[in-house]
């Protein structure tokens, strides 16, 4: 039986919880059956100690383990929550009000042209404040799951670097 290693396609259920304030575990997100994760193993983009503590598995084995925010998405970094001037926004000298909500994510680039999710946090009369942090930064993360499958990746997905088909990408 295959086990989860380096260029495995797994699929996984889960259930993650973060630790809140009041250092409750709180539901934030799962993967069911009908809708599982499904990644390539060592070019999935999640962090290290997530794919380490999946490493060897096999389909039908369960797990359970914690990841600190030094093990995962870092400390939240008050240095990326930043005020962007609103006309940044327009196109066609119109903001999209249905975009620009407080709470929506928006795909932002920066003065190099690298890529990054954006959290609207406050519209102000000329500037919006932005949060650039990852959803989970600063979090302590608990995963509960399942493998529910691993198998060889294909020559594409191993050229693409992810998934195809099931639960993958498609092109």
Do not use: W
């Amino acid at each position: 039986m295959a086990q989860i290693s380096e260029n495995k396609v797994v699929t996984i259920t889960y259930d993650l919880s973060v630790t809140d304030e009041n250092q409750e575990k709180v539901l934030v997100e799962s993967a069911e059956e009908d809708a599982p994760m499904v990644f390539l193993f060592g070019q999935s983009g999640l962090p290290e100690e997530f794919e380490r503590q999946l490493e060897g598995k096999q389909a039908g084995e369960t797990f359970t383990f914690s990841l600190t925010p030094e093990q995962a998405y870092g400390d939240y970094d008050q240095q990326a929550v930043v005020d962007i001037p609103k006309n940044v926004f327009e196109i066609d000298g119109q903001i999209d009000e249905e975009m620009l909500q407080v709470g929506n994510f928006l795909p932002m680039a920066d003065n190099q042209g690298h890529h990054m999710q954006g959290k609207v946090v406050e519209i102000g009369p000329d500037a919006v404040k932005m949060d650039f942090n990852h959803p989970l930064a600063g979090m302590v993360m608990h995963f509960d799951g399942k493998v529910a499958g691993v198998r060889d990746a294909t020559r594409e997905e191993l050229d693409h670097g992810h998934v195809h088909g099931e639960g993958g990408h498609h092109h």
